[in-house]
């Protein structure tokens, strides 16, 4: 294919992608790797990223009277009876009547495509009890994985006035932190676990939790803060220590742009050994837990040995590369080309 492709997306019933929310920011970071090779169009606009609003005027979310090469939905299933296709859709949330329609499901990971192709066979008979998906599903025509990637804000950073700001708001010693949604589903009960041991002969290691609550009474030790705003998340990554990810399920196949934030600045992350993680960090990251002890231990290392950190920071940096946005829009652009050509 010489000339751009035209793609048209769709997300829930979003009339623009002005609302302040993760799916939102989400897909907007998928469409501009979309757009490295692609003309996106949203709503019968074509995505413009030096206008206000990406250049889209509110309107009903509909489907145009005009060609498109690829439609691209998520969540918009009041849109799949007009779709003329070739559409692909998201993988979540799992609809058996929708996937019918789609020739191809969307993935941010490989363990995710490789999760759902086995899904239906005994390879899969999970040790765990997934929150998304039911006992069987329709199996995909096609899974096109859409990698996540590192923003430039984070490749580019450079520890300023901000970062020392927030330092300070966390206090002095060892800060881990966790950042996102916390409920009973991802609270990080076994690094918690792990703080209040060492804190009963280290009280300078502590843990600071920085997102929304829901459902929770948080232990007077442990510091709480409101979610940030997105621009100032490489001066919050940076000013821990140390930080924590992978509490539910989902992170046997999901992917994480916290995890890549963290690899981006150097910044120790511990995380479980799920499929997903493993395909991020590499089997050889020192960082995998997969208890409260598991995690005590590499706390207090991560602490007390400086080397053991530096040669942290210096895997993490090396293998940032990977998900540097022009190398993964490369990758995503041969997934679309390959998926269209096969339908000839």
Known sequence: MNERIRIFAALGEQEDLSRGAGDVYNEIETYKKLSSFADVHYNGFLLDWDKPNLGIKRKKLEIPNEHFDLYYFRNSPRLHESCPGPLIMMGYPYDEEL???????????????????????????????????????????????????????FINYSQGKTTKMY???????????????????????????????????????????????????????????RRQPLEKMPDVVSAFDCLIYDQDETGHYLGSVKCLEAMAIGIPILVRPHAARIEQFGDSYPLYYRDAQEAELLIVQLKNDTKFKEKIKNYLIERREKYI????EKRIETEVIAFLESLN
Not at 172 to 193: K, N, Q, S, W
């Open 325 to 328: 946005q022009k190398n993964v």
């Open 99 to 153: 996937w019918k329609t789609a020739e191809g499901i969307v993935v941010t990971t490989h363990s995710w495509k490789q999760y759902l192709s086995d899904y239906n066979s005994n390879a899969t008979a999970s040790d765990f009890e997934d929150p998304w998906y039911p006992e069987h599903i329709h199996e995909p025509r096609n899974i096109l994985v859409f990698e996540q990637s590192i923003k430039s804000g």
């Open 167 to 225: 330092r300070a708001g966390f206090g002095e010693g060892f800060i881990i932190g966790f950042l996102g949604r916390i409920d009973p589903t991802c609270y990080p009960h076994d690094v918690a676990a792990a703080v209040k041991e060492i804190r009963k002969t280290d009280q300078s290691v502590s843990l600071t939790l920085m997102g929304n609550i829901r459902d929770l009474n948080i232990p007077d030790s442990i510091q709480v803060y």
